[in-house]
């Protein structure tokens, strides 16, 4: 019999009549991009599903981080992390800005705000975080940093979406939060992503930058960018928005799942919710430990694929690892003991709304019995 490939997610999808619906709704209006009505809905829905004051829509995840720096005019040096999808530190490089790497917290895998004092010098103007896995990083320490020094936080907060802390956003943190929308994350629009901001003077000024820095037909106020959402894309979130939460719950019960079984597997390990946090589930990382566990990392890795069961070892190999960053004085393994750690021991495994009872067995089996 063969095994059907269980993939480390799935896109989550609008039902296609009512797609098809708001698709006729965009034909007879012809108004297919530039802040249309379905631009604007998602804005104020994603508002109010988040619990953040603005929302600007962007045409995918990278583009919001790169126009946030260029907002806060942020140049210099910026305290990032290593262990996080390379767009994070990309955005550092595209507007020419030195990436300084610090280590992760073993805990949450986020930036560890005890080791970030010691890596500013006098060019640092911000730190970029990343809440990675959707797991909230420490920010009241990071806002402590940020302040005591006169720095920008900027949050890559890609993985967090609907992620809340005492009942808030986590989107609030620092003075700006960027989302994707990309298929792979747990709420898409195909391609996608979005800015969070705290004020609506920040709020007009995004909105002018991703638009070629237009104010009006005739007065361009910055040398902004194009980086827009469309209105098809907009209205699949629309509908998108509708399933979220439905898709986060099931999310849930997979990785309740995966917790109770792998409990008792040596040398396996996984991080536990957090006490007041309301997790996304986005991603199921665990990690290997090759000498209790009996078998590398790598290893469980192939044996998985070769059972169809695709895993992913976001994030390996470290950012810090890559031709463009490993020459910074910064990117030594010396310096990111732990994050080089985590980066070798990670898989994460298949998690998504689809996942029934009989995948979730199968990759248990895969792991528990080696
Ligand atoms: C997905 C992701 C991005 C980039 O988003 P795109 O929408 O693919 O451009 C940035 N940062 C992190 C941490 C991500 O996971």
Not at 222 to 242: C, H, Q, T, Y
Not at 276 to 300: K, Q
């Amino acid at each position: 019999m063969r095994k059907d490939i269980i993939t480390v997610t799935s896109p989550l999808l609008p039902n296609l009549e009512s797609f098809k619906d708001l698709l006729e709704e965009i034909w007879e209006s012809k108004w297919i991009t530039n802040n249309g009505s379905f631009h604007k809905q998602l804005e104020l829905a994603l508002s109010k599903y988040l619990k953040v004051p603005y929302v600007s829509l962007f045409t995918n995840g990278t583009l919001p981080l790169i126009t946030a720096l260029q907002a806060l005019r942020i140049t210099g040096e910026v305290i990032t992390t290593p262990f996080s999808f390379v767009a994070t530190t990309h955005s550092l490089w595209w507007n020419g800005i030195k990436p300084v790497f610090v280590d992760i917290d073993p805990h949450n895998g986020c930036i560890d705000p005890n080791k970030i004092e010691a890596a500013i010098t006098p060019r640092t103007t911000a730190i970029m975080p990343v809440h990675v896995y959707g797991t909230p990083c420490d920010t009241k320490a990071i806002q402590n940093i940020a302040d005591k020094y006169g720095l920008k936080v900027i949050y890559d907060a890609a993985h967090a979406f609907g992620v809340e802390f005492n009942g808030e956003s986590i989107l609030n943190a620092g003075d700006l939060s960027t989302l994707s929308f990309h298929a792979t994350k747990v709420f898409n629009t195909i391609e996608g992503g979005a800015m969070i901001m705290h004020d609506e003077k920040t709020k007009q000024r995004i909105d002018y930058l991703k638009n070629f820095g237009f104010a009006n037909e005739i007065e361009v106020v910055a040398p902004g960018i194009n980086s827009k959402m469309d209105e098809v894309r907009s209205a699949f979130g629309l509908l998108n928005l509708k399933e979220v939460d439905d898709s986060i719950n099931k999310r849930q019960i997979v990785a309740t799942k995966y917790r109770e079984a792998l409990r008792n597997t040596k040398g396996i390990t996984y991080w536990n919710d957090i006490q007041g946090v309301r997790h996304n589930y986005s991603y199921f990382p665990i990690f290997v430990d090759t000498e209790e566990y009996g078998m590398s990392r790598d290893d469980l890795y192939t044996k998985m694929k070769r059972n169809n069961i695709y895993g992913r070892r976001y994030f390996y190999p470290l950012i810090s690892t890559f031709s463009t960053y490993r020459g910074l004085p910064s990117a030594t393994k010396e310096n990111l003991p732990i994050a080089t750690k985590l980066a070798n021991e990670v898989i994460c495994l298949p998690i998504h709304h689809l996942l029934g009872q009989e995948d979730i067995n199968r990759v248990i089996d895969c792991i528990v019995n080696k």
